[in-house]
Antibody, heavy 118, light 111 residues
Framework: QVQLQESGPGLVKPSQTLSLTCTVS??????????WSWIRQSAGKGLEWIGR??????NYNPSLKSRVTISVDMSKNQFSLKLSSVTAADTAMYYC???????????WGQGTLVTVSS | QSALTQPASVSGSPGQSITISCTGT?????????VSWYQQHPGKAPKLMIY???NRPSGVPDRFSASKSGNTASLTISGLQAEDEADYYC???????????FGTGTKVTVL
């Protein structure tokens, strides 16, 4: 059974960089068979795709692209999210998820709440 | 890229059937069969209910079904149960640079 677990600071100051890590168990992120994605959800609002990593590279939401980097550590079976120059608008629940080639998210982490505040 | 349009809320009595719509454009829902649906209970992560328009993952009850016509996808819950009360989101691949788009979300209430 594949499991994903987000970790990282729950509070980030404005203008700083948000950094989160997703640890995957029960499956290898180096298998090349899936996309590994970040998705966020602001309080009381819908879901927003941030970006994804896969064997051939990465894709980012154009609205966030200038501030986002997704990287991977194969040795630890982890992938990470960095979002720079954060503002209060970046306050949200952040999820990591596995996306299959059928372009659906079949496994999700439980989510981690990140608040941007001084 | 705008979010896919869903009704804000849908309600029904136990045992009834309800349908949630998800309207996009020919660049997303209408152009590709990569529509998926997610159920989200309060405080929980979304759960995959449907993928590729109408396929159910293992473990999802068969009272959940889905289809697509033109630019609108639909999720139907038959024999509504109390545990179906949750938020539901659709998602689609899009040919725009955004690549993935979610719906606005629908709150399902079991009366």
């Amino acid at each position: 059974q594949v499991q994903l677990q987000e970790s990282g600071p729950g509070l980030v100051k404005p203008s700083q960089t948000l950094s989160l890590t997703c640890t995957v168990s029960g499956g290898s992120i180096s298998s090349g068979s899936y996309y590994w994605s970040w998705i966020r959800q602001s309080a009381g609002k819908g879901l927003e795709w941030i970006g994804r990593f896969y064997s051939s590279g990465s894709n980012y939401n154009p609205s966030l692209k200038s501030r986002v980097t997704i990287s991977v550590d194969m040795s630890k079976n982890q992938f990470s999210l960095k979002l720079s120059s954060v503002t209060a608008a970046d306050t949200a629940m952040y999820y990591c998820a596995r996306e299959g080639w059928e372009l659906m998210y079949d496994y999700w982490g439980q989510g981690t709440l990140v608040t941007v505040s001084s | 890229q705008s979010a896919l349009t869903q009704p804000a809320s849908v309600s029904g009595s136990p045992g009834q059937s309800i349908t949630i719509s998800c309207t996009g454009t020919s660049s997303d829902v209408g152009g590709y069969n990569y529509v998926s649906w997610y159920q989200q209970h309060p405080g929980k992560a979304p759960k995959l209910m449907i993928y590729e328009v109408s396929n159910r993952p293992s473990g999802v009850p068969d009272r959940f079904s889905a289809s697509k016509s033109g630019n609108t996808a639909s999720l139907t819950i038959s024999g509504l149960q109390a545990e179906d009360e949750a938020d539901y989101y659709c998602s689609s691949y899009t040919s725009s640079s955004t690549l993935k788009v979610f719906g606005t979300g629908t709150k399902v209430t079991v009366l």
